[in-house]
């Protein structure tokens, strides 16, 4: 927080959180930690073996739809934990889902019209399930591999999270009448700055609580940044283009303004 300076020096605020400054890091790509669950091809061909053998003399009986049942079962829970994997990945939308989702409702919808039955089952449909079967699990195990691709890619991110620092740099934090403060960021990776690698269009400040005569011409900035920007909207501003800034203490509002930095940065392309 940036705070007034009163010309009396006992009016100074003091306040324990005063100290309190926000900051912010962001990437492009959702982090996630959860472990997929991946089709094995060894347990599909199991299972389409025995697929096989139940439909091969082209009847189902009632014994045999009690396995038919069993596989039913099996299939429904692989697919509930594919389904929250594949949520969890940001790949609920994706066009591998959306393909596992439809082989799997047709397989679904056969078994248990299969299973539901009186009697004997000799509908010609019955011919459809191994293929049915082979679609879904060809589809689940593409969908599983891209689930593990995703997540060593968001585990590379976590890494790269986890060594980076944002600070915001505010010099002074009490700011005397007729004079400014100085606010800047400050990146650290694995205890290194590199805030000079980072382009300055990934990098946005957001300031709460400006006085009422608040006006861009309060913020100042040095002339390498040619493209920086203030918007101020309803007491708080939006400062862009820029890795620092100087503030007029006529801009600070009475209860001290609060300075938060967002810095978001393309994870395919990391300046360091």
Request: with cysteine.
């Amino acid at each position: 927080m940036i705070t007034k300076v009163n010309k009396n020096p006992s009016d100074v605020f003091v306040a324990t959180d005063y100290k309190k400054i926000g900051k912010s890091f962001e990437l492009n790509r959702q982090r996630i930690t959860n472990i997929v669950y991946s089709y094995g091809r060894a347990a599909t061909d199991e299972a389409n073996k025995r697929i096989d053998a139940i439909t091969s003399d082209k009847t189902i009986t009632d014994s045999e739809k009690r396995q038919l049942e069993r596989e039913l079962d099996s299939i429904k829970r692989d697919f509930d934990i594919l389904g929250n994997d594949a949520y969890n990945a940001d790949l609920g939308n994706s066009d591998e889902y959306l393909a596992v989702q439809a082989s799997y409702n047709k397989l679904v919808a056969l078994l248990d019209k299969i299973i539901r039955s009186e009697g004997t089952y000799t509908d010609f449909d019955l011919n459809y399930l191994t293929s049915y079967y082979r679609d879904y699990t060809d589809n689940a195990i593409v969908l599983g591999n891209l689930i593990l691709e995703t997540t060593a890619e968001i585990d590379r991110i976590n890494a790269y999270y986890a060594m980076t620092k944002i600070n915001v740099d505010i010099n002074p934090a009490s700011v005397a009448v007729n004079t400014t403060t100085h606010v800047s960021l400050s990146v650290l990776y694995d205890g290194v700055e590199k805030v000079s690698v980072v382009p300055v269009s990934a990098v946005t400040f957001n300031v709460e609580n400006l006085s009422s005569s608040a006006t861009t011409s309060m913020f100042h900035f040095d002339s390498s940044y040619s493209e920086a920007s203030v918007v101020i909207t309803n007491a708080s501003a939006v400062v862009t283009n820029c890795k620092d800034f100087t503030l007029d203490y006529a801009a600070i509002g009475n209860s001290g303004i609060n300075v938060k930095c967002t810095v978001t940065l393309d994870s395919d392309s990391m300046p360091f």
